[in-house]
């Protein structure tokens, strides 16, 4: 492996990597071992204070620039993360325990998409010309908000710093990006990444830290924006915080989603579809339809398929390209899983395959999938973050799109059927930001991706993003004289 878990120093700000051992230090665990691959301190307020200074002055600099000129650095940055896409995935393996055979084509793949993308969009960030009656004019600047921060999860390490900073630096914007505390690791290479790339100095600076760190940022008055990826209590938190100071958000929350398949779709991509939907990363995605909806003529003959796909399963070392099923992120993680699996237990659900802690090191658990789960059964209801498939059976549309909408969450919704009127018909009525027909959790760069109710705010990707990365100012041209009433 070319990069060392150990990174230089725990912080990137100003362009280069820099300590402040003053800080608490913060284990950095392999999640399929649980050795300890790295020890960074938590940024001192000295840091945090370093980091958006340098922000700030880089800002100014970069706005200056032309869009072209923007995109070219990121469409460079993108380049170089494409050439070394093998040992930032094994990095990304290492950070969160994922399998390499999903980090090689996920991770940082999808933060050079973002960059690629956003570097062609930012020559063409424009305002418009409004011609008014009698000879008046109006046009519309597009502005950068200016100082930005980014909060990450720690399932997706790369992709979460990428989707942030490229729309955001697309914009003329500058950021302070702040990993999760479990995935400190991936971020400070896009932070290198993007100085190589000729990112001015402070443009894109990484602090790390729990939600001290990270509150700290947010209410910072030199921050005009705060972008979130995490648990819904965190972007409550966050939110209110922000809103206090009346500035930008964009939440990207979390999420427990329906799956519903009827009984004319093609099984085998139903269940496929169910099986990324609940067990790609380990079941660590935001977007998982966990609430997989049956109709009830075909619950059997899914369940036996199912539970036959799932022996093909590669549970093993994560950077042996067969593997395909890594272990939790943490110790924590698979507690909180375990004891989800012991409610659904107690609760009656049936707990068809899957759910065993693996007797070794690490944080390893079996992708669990529960039947006869019904909508009031906690599993049904709170979101696990885990490999935990709930199966539930339904008898017709009206009812399955209310029981699926019968939640506080909107994040994503798939449905699998040949009939592709029902399958528009209840897709409309499914209450998600994020929705799949005949799919699940195809991310690409060109769709917005993001949830509604209490899933989030804003939307990350596509060209939507330029709308919560920028503000317009708009200016009214008189070309005649000023008629005023005295
Ligand atoms: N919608 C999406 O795009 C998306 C993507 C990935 C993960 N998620 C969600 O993230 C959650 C799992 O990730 P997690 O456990 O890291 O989430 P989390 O909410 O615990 O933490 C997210 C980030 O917020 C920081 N944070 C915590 N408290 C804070 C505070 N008071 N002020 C500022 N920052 C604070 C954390 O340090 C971390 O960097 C799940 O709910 C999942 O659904 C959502
Ligand atoms: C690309 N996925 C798989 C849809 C994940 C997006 C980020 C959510 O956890």
């Known amino acids: 492996m ?4 150990q990174p230089v120093a725990s912080h990137y700000v100003h362009g280069a990597y820099v300590e402040d051992s003053a800080g608490a230090p913060m284990e950095v665990n392999y999640p399929a071992t649980g050795e300890v691959i790295a020890t960074l301190h938590e940024a001192t307020p000295a840091i945090v204070d370093r980091a958006l200074d340098a922000a700030r002055e880089a800002q100014a600099e970069w706005a200056a620039l032309s869009g072209t000129e923007r995109g070219r650095v990121l469409r460079r940055a993108a380049d ?7 040992d930032l995935s094994v990095l990304e393996t290492r950070d969160t325990g994922k399998p390499y055979q999903e980090t090689s084509v996920a991770d940082a793949t999808s933060g050079a998409d973002a960059l690629e993308y956003f570097g062609g969009l930012a020559g063409s960030l424009t305002g418009e010309h409004i011609p ?3 000879g008046d004019w109006a046009y519309t600047m597009r502005e950068p908000l200016g100082v930005c921060v980014g909060l990450g999860a720690w399932n997706y390490p790369t992709q979460i710093a990428c989707w942030k900073a490229a729309p955001a630096l697309a914009c003329g914007n500058a950021m302070v990006f702040k990993p999760s505390e479990t995935t400190p690791l991936c971020a400070l290479k896009v932070a ?9 100095p402070g443009l894109f600076n990484v602090v790390q830290g729990a939600g001290r760190v990270g509150a700290a940022l947010t209410t910072d008055p030199r921050v005009a924006k705060v972008s979130l990826t995490g648990s819904v209590p965190t972007g409550k938190r966050v939110y209110a915080a922000a809103a206090a100071e009346m500035k930008h958000v964009t939440m ?6 329906p799956l519903v398949i ?5 099984l085998d991509d139903a269940v496929g579809g169910a099986i990324l939907g609940n067990f790609y990363s380990s079941g660590q995605v935001c977007s998982n339809g966990t609430r997989v909806f049956v109709h009830r003529s075909i619950r059997d003959t899914f369940l036996d398929r199912l539970a036959e796909r799932l022996q093909g399963a590669v549970i093993g070392d994560p950077l042996d390209p067969a593997t395909s099923f890594g272990p939790m992120v943490s110790e924590a993680q698979l507690q909180i899983v375990q004891s989800y699996i012991a409610k659904g237990v107690g609760e009656g659900a049936r707990l068809v395959t899957g759910g065993q802690r693996l007797d070794r090191p690490g944080y390893w658990i079996t992708p669990a999938v529960f039947a006869d789960v019904t909508d009031d059964m906690v599993i049904a209801r709170e979101e696990i973050f885990g ?4 199966v539930l059976d339904f008898d017709d549309e009206d009812e399955v799109i209310a029981r699926a909408n019968a939640t506080e969450y909107g994040l994503s919704a798939g449905v699998f059927t040949r009939d592709l009127r029902r399958g528009h018909r209840v897709i409309a009525a499914l209450q998600a930001g994020s929705c799949f027909l005949n799919s699940y959790n195809d991310a690409p760069v060109e769709l917005p991706f993001g949830g509604v109710k209490m899933s989030g705010v804003g939307r990350e990707n596509s060209k939507a993003a330029i709308e919560h990365y920028s503000q317009m100012k708009s200016v009214y041209v008189r070309m005649g004289r000023v008629e005023a009433p005295f």
């Open 252 to 257: 990207e929350l979390g999420g427990k989603s």
């Open 387 to 390: 490999p935990v498939m709930c």
């Open 192 to 200: 290198e990444i993007l100085t190589e790339a000729g990112a001015p």
């Open 132 to 134: 008014l009656p009698g």
């Open 2 to 5: 070319t990069y060392p878990t």
């Open 262 to 266: 009827f009984e004319d779709a093609d």
């Open 80 to 86: 170089i993360i494409g050439a070394r896409n093998h």
